[in-house]
């Protein structure tokens, strides 16, 4: 009997020390590509990801590109899906949805792992809203809108989602800016719901 394929987590280091994800390819994800190089000044064209992974972080595309491919072709069996022993975790620090079959898992692994905390930061609202039409937000799933657009910042959470993140320039709302630069365990205002619903970090120079 053939081995059943498995989603790869990974452990995070610098900012995310401390928490484990599990990522998809950025750099072959049609969405990623078409907002890196879209003539729209957004925070894409800002990708650490797609920087990272395009030079000094090669080695990680094969085991994301697998993720990429496990997560978005099927809706996997449960003994596929990871079991999670950590109170908060993250989706996507690398990579972006790539179609209802790839929310659904994640859905579907929150269901599983009923006790962790799980943040999902993604542009997709047609994909969060055509699949919460038909399946319920897990209770343990905080959704948060990454505002593609610079120094616009999103005060109204767009419907089904429960925190936005909108990045600014260095000196745009200084006062406001309440992701300033900390390890993301010793701050989780993205990781609880009863924190700021409205998330403002400075743009990163990569």
Partial sequence: MEQLKTVHVSRMTGKLEGFKSINTNTIS?????????????????NCYSHIMLSTYRKSMVESLERNSKLLSNTILHSQQLPT?????????????????NHF???INICLKNEL???ALWTKRKDIVNRVLKTIDKPSNL??????????RILYKTPKNFDKTFNNVLENENVKEQNCTGQKCKDCLACYKFNTASVIIEKVKKY
Avoid at 33 to 43: A, L, R
Avoid at 85 to 98: K, M, N, T, V
């Fill in 29 to 45: 994800n049609q969405f990623c590509i078409k907002q890196f190089n879209s003539e729209k000044d957004t925070i894409c064209k």
């Fill in 116 to 118: 962790t905390t799980f």
């Fill in 142 to 151: 905080i959704l948060i809108f990454s505002n593609p657009i610079k120094s």
């Fill in 104 to 106: 659904i898992n994640l």
């Fill in 84 to 100: 999670i022993l950590d109170l908060y975790f993250r989706f996507a620090s690398h990579g972006e949805l790539i179609n209802d």
